[in-house]
């Protein structure tokens, strides 16, 4: 079945304590994205990649890393997590070039700062 | 920049009520538009939509017209049931490889 698989679902945490968030895809899609989902501010792109070693800021990349190393993963790293990165985050892939057909996106991940 | 806006919600319905959530954008050049819906607990998932003016996208018994002139995206479904109760994100993706999200707008169907 092709989809997109971010870990772990729900995640909580304490300031300052590095995590990965990961997100594997197998549709060997080129582009791939990390969002954030906070109420009422829908969603915010947090870096993007267009390929293997590729990645680029979106809207919101303060505070987050991302590496592609391999074409399917494309991990979140919060080094030092702070409560305002509390949100629920999701992965999305597509073809390069075909993002106007629609995004695959993974089922989320709900990480708590405290 | 692109954006988009959508009605805020919670819009509640009485099954078997029409439904309208109104959606409008702004961008530079000709975005493909899109409604994704995100039922409790889960991702989003595409519903449908639409690649250029006049288009129509339509699933699951609901429709979007890509209308250029008045630039909206207005999401239509002539009666609802309970299982349609989620958000609903209206989206339009640029030639820059991104998504840009309205806010969402949930929607209440009760018995």
């Known amino acids: 079945e092709a989809q997109v698989t971010q870990n772990p679902r729900y995640l909580i945490t304490v300031t300052g304590k590095k995590l990965t968030v990961t997100c594997s895809q197998n549709m060997n899609h080129e582009y791939m994205s990390w969002y954030r989902q906070d109420p009422g501010l829908g969603l915010r792109q947090i870096y993007y990649?267009?390929?293997?070693?590729?990645?680029d800021k979106g809207d919101v990349p303060e505070g987050y890393k991302v590496s592609r190393k391999e074409k399917r993963n494309f991990p979140l790293i919060l080094e030092s997590p702070s409560p305002n990165q509390t949100s629920l985050y999701f992965c999305?892939?597509?073809?390069?070039?075909?993002?106007?057909?629609?995004?695959?996106f993974g089922s989320g991940t709900r990480l708590t700062v405290v | 920049g692109d954006s988009v806006t959508q009605m805020e919600g919670p819009v509640t319905l009485s099954e078997e009520a029409c439904l309208t959530i109104n959606c409008t954008y702004t961008a530079t050049g000709y975005p493909s538009l899109f409604w994704y819906v995100q039922y409790p607990g889960e991702g989003l998932q595409l519903l449908l939509k639409?690649?250029?003016?006049?288009d129509k996208g339509s699933n699951k018994g609901f429709e979007a017209t890509y209308r250029k002139e008045t630039t909206s995206f207005h999401l239509e479904k002539g009666s609802v049931q309970v299982s349609d109760s989620a958000v609903y994100f209206c989206a339009l993706h640029t030639g820059f490889q991104k998504l840009v999200f309205g806010t969402g707008t949930r929607l209440l169907v009760s018995p």
């Open positions: 639409a690649t250029k003016a006049d």
């Open positions: 990649s267009m390929n293997v070693e590729v990645t």
């Open positions: 999305a892939s597509s073809l390069l070039g075909q993002g106007n057909y629609g995004y695959t």
